[in-house]
Nanobody, 119 residues
């Protein structure tokens, strides 16, 4: 089970940190990623991190502003989001699966917190 937290309302230029707590089974051998979906749009890849945290892939739209990390000892994934823009408004999902940018390669999904960037 994947349970996200940390969403909310933030002003443009602000920061938020999302967390994804993993329970029920070990996902140490899975990559874990973040995706987002805005109203009327398809689910979009944000970032993913390999099973030991040594490798990451970031979407071009978030490079230099978002950072994905994982703490396997705490069974938790994080997404630090800085310099947020209104275009980042979406429901954010964490997911576990392959080390890829394709959502169909991910097996387990969280419910997704809403992130709203607005003044």
């Amino acid at each position: 089970q994947l349970v996200e937290s940390g969403g909310g309302l933030v002003q443009p230029g602000g920061s938020l940190r999302l967390a994804c707590a993993i329970s029920g089974q070990t996902l140490d051998y899975y990559a874990i990623g973040w995706f987002r979906q805005a109203p009327g749009k398809e689910r979009e890849f944000v970032a993913t991190i390999g099973c030991i945290g040594a490798s990451t892939i970031d979407a071009d739209s978030v490079k230099g502003r978002f950072t994905i990390t994982r703490d396997n000892a705490k069974n938790t994934l994080y997404l630090q989001m800085n310099s947020l823009e209104p275009e980042a408004t979406a429901v954010y999902y964490c997911a576990a699966g392959g080390f890829t940018t394709t959502p169909y390669e991910y097996i387990y999904w969280g419910q997704g917190p809403q992130v709203t960037v607005s003044s």
